[in-house]
């Protein structure tokens, strides 16, 4: 089955091959600590990140989002909940399980926010500890200007957790323009690599924050401050999972040695867009779609079900229907990462335009 789902991805057989080795103890082994270290700047290289504050934690991509509100969010404060679409208000759900208000700012799911909307909300309101927003928002597919977001927020003190997840290494991220302070990412999506694995990316702002809160932190393995002297301790909070981060460093060392990949995404996801519309469908947003994922209207004749079976049933081809507000509604391809190359999209668009003219 060829995978074709916004994630998780294709992986390439160094990966697979990097996860069946042997391994050691990482609780035990010191040489494992300099190995995740490694790791860890590795990423950091490929965000162009100037500083070392980067984590890679065992978990999914949620471990990210849920381990940065409950290291920042104390009982009773209010937090900003930036929302165009399913993601970014799922925020809501982890700023109030970990006792915050979650604001939403709330803005229509066909586009990007506009930034003066937000410019606009903070004049009025802008007493938040922090804000929340999506880079790439996977169900609609649509791309926010985190970079211009971000510094707006920093403009009127708020800190900023933004989930990258989708986007990271398929969307351009000039982390030093930005004003981000915890940037999630996970290894399913564009890095290519199996899923199980958040990595994140802290400023040293949002370890203050942590350091100087007034309540303990109300988790244990969503606690950012448990691992962040891992290195000096020789400790992590629990057992790394060794076989996955050594299939993630080969990931990013494909990433690393792959100057196109930013280019290509464009080319590709255009090349995507153009080809869906020629084909009779119709692009689910209006405008800013990311290059990671294309979002696809249900033509009236047929079922979001029926065509995915008939991909993989016919073309051995997996694409993604969607979730929530959007089920039923929208077919999604993901041509991020290991998938975005011509030869899996040409096969993906020619299986999707024969069944969907019935051919
Ligand atoms: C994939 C994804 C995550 C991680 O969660 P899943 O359980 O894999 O859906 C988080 N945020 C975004 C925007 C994602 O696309």
Known sequence: MKVMTPGPTQVRSNVLAARSKAFCNPDLDPDFYDFYKETCELFEKALGATDHRAFILGGEGILGLEAACASLTEPGERVLVIDNGIFGKGFADFVELYGGEAVLFTTDYLEPVKPEELRAFLEKDSDF??????????????????????????EFGIMVVADSVSAMFGERLDLGRAKIDILCGGSQKALSAPPGLTMVWVSRRAFQAMEARKTPIRSFYANLLAIRNYYEDKWFPYTMPVSDIMGLRVALDNFLADPDVYDRHERVAGAVRKAVKEMGLSLYLKRGMSNTVTVINVPEDLTDQEIIRRMRQDYGIQIAGCFDYLAGKVIRIGHMGENCNIDDIRETLKALEAVVTKK
């Open 129 to 154: 500890a922090y804000a929340t927003m999506v880079h790439c928002d996977t169900p609609s597919g649509v791309l926010n200007d985190i970079e211009t977001l971000s510094r707006i927020c920093d």
